[in-house]
């Protein structure tokens, strides 16, 4: 981790202990360069990190403050990327239904950008929230990426795996979403009825050298999930 | 517009024109600093732009590469936004259901950090897409932010009006959604049977000095609705 990464950390703790809440100004950056001991480019880079993750909005000439989602209950839409620390205020936990090397679907091989003779770790889960069903996920990994899975690793979070086990690299995320009704197959997975709304999120991930390594399609419980997503001004 | 702005959209129409895809190599630095005549610190910053907006991304030591969601018929999650361009491939219109001066309701005051008894415009609008509906819209404006509307501006887009016609500059916003059931009114609105799915989504759009000027909730057709969303490793 770099030092600026390091000190956006720091700054994201220092408002949570400190209680800040939406519209709050920061200290002004001499201060925060004296509170951290670094250099301004280094505080910048820390800033501009923050801005990016929504965490802070700078205004020009008047400062930086703080911004904070302040609904209880809601999941970061783009939590499944292993962004833990917003997971952190649920208790996740994961039932393995099925988990087996494969090779993938036609669908697979395509949002893998591989052949369908290469082989793909497919899993089946399905993820409870607070005891609760929250989706039935089906996930294919590239195999030649993601080398070793099993139901010990696939029980808890696969991304911390790849991540901290693998090594690998997790970069940008593609995701296709749309509302429709559940099937029986689902239904019965998420203890709803047959025909009950569905919210149905695709995501494609890849690693930070463009290579996907995980399709997933994820079927939500519509009782038991809600979502936030921040959206910034360079999108314009 | 800033001149690093401006070549980050001559590079899209670059991109567009030469139908790269997915995953294909955009020149060498040096080559797109030749092409558009501009100094290396200028690119550095349009590719930059590009990469926070999903355009590209960057891979150490081999280039800058096409990131291009591919899929017919999705809309951006953040296309309301009123980023024009996502929208202009489908034929978007709006009627104007009711359009008045008022008092928020508690909810909308909240949302827009205003007292109650601030005025407000409420607008509440049917979009169709391609012919069809596609959302249920209710939206309020604060008055003291967005100081005139008419019925004409709401059947067109209210963004390009805020923007364009009252200057305003439009900053970050906070989304979140869930699916449920319609109730008989939206049904009716939308043309759908009571208690078919539907995603609910709120919205808050600041302007770049971190106030609130919109509070929206859009109930949309699960028929003739579906999302992409784009994400980047900085989340994580």
């Known amino acids: 981790m770099l030092k600026y990464q390091q000190i956006a950390i720091d700054i994201e703790k220092y408002i949570e202990e400190h209680n800040l809440q939406q519209r709050d100004k920061l200290p002004v950056l001499e201060n925060l360069m004296a509170r951290f001991n ?130 690998l690299k997790v970069g940008f995320s593609d995701i296709y979403l749309h509302v429709d009704k559940l099937n029986e197959e689902e239904a019965a997975y998420l203890g709803l009825k047959e025909g009950d709304p569905k919210l149905f999120m695709e995501s494609i991930f890849h690693l930070t050298n463009g290579q996907p390594f995980d399709f997933s399609k994820v079927t939500y419980n519509y009782k038991h999930s809600q979502f936030f997503l921040q959206a910034n001004s360079h999108i314009l």
């Open 38 to 167: 670094v250099s301004k480019s280094t505080i910048t880079k820390s800033l501009d990190l923050l801005e990016k993750k929504g965490v802070v909005y700078q205004v020009r000439g008047s400062g930086i403050f703080v911004r904070r989602h302040n609904r209880e209950g809601y999941i970061s839409l783009l939590s499944n990327q292993g962004f833990k620390k917003d997971l952190e205020e649920f208790n996740v936990t994961s039932e393995v239904v099925e988990l087996k090397v494969c090779q993938p679907t036609e669908e697979a091989a395509y949002n893998l950008n591989i052949d369908q003779h290469q082989e793909v770790y497919y899993v089946k889960r399905i993820r409870y929230i607070n005891g609760q069903t929250l989706c039935l996920e089906e996930s294919y990994y590239n195999k030649s990426s993601v080398t070793y899975l099993n139901r010990e690793i696939a029980s808890e979070s696969i991304f911390h795996y790849i991540q901290e086990g693998l090594g």
